[in-house]
Nanobody
Framework: QVQLVESGGGLVQTGGSLRLSCAISRRTSSTYCMAWFRQAPGKAREFVAAVTWNPGNTQYADSVKGRFTISRDNAKNTVSLQMNSLQPEDTAVYYC???????????????WGQGTQVTVSS
């Protein structure tokens, strides 16, 4: 059984920064790619960023390019999302997810964390 646990959400003002972390209980071939998704009230869950364990290839949604950075720590089995220049439209529940290959569609991901709230005040 694979478990994902997120941490690091909170309330921040416009232009501020937050760092989210996701710890995975174990890595398998089914968890080759780790990603962050977000879901705002009344909206569909959307892809934010993804990274593979090896060789660490990354992918970003256009809306966060240049502001967010995804990284992984192979030794600690953790993935982080550094979010800078946050805007009110970044407000959402952020979810960590794992899949066997790099994908942007949430239905392609087999494992999910419980989510962490990020709120950006204007």
């Amino acid at each position: 059984q694979v478990q994902l646990v997120e941490s690091g959400g909170g309330l921040v003002q416009t232009g501020g920064s937050l760092r989210l972390s996701c710890a995975i209980s174990r890595r398998t071939s089914s968890t080759y790619c780790m990603a962050w998704f977000r879901q705002a009230p009344g909206k569909a869950r959307e892809f934010v960023a993804a990274v593979t364990w090896n060789p660490g290839n990354t992918q970003y949604a256009d809306s966060v390019k240049g502001r967010f950075t995804i990284s992984r720590d192979n030794a600690k089995n953790t993935v982080s999302l550094q979010m800078n220049s946050l805007q009110p439209e970044d407000t959402a529940v952020y979810y960590c997810a794992a899949a066997s290959r790099r994908e942007v569609a949430p239905e392609r991901y087999d494992y999910w964390g419980q989510g962490t709230q990020v709120t950006v005040s204007s």
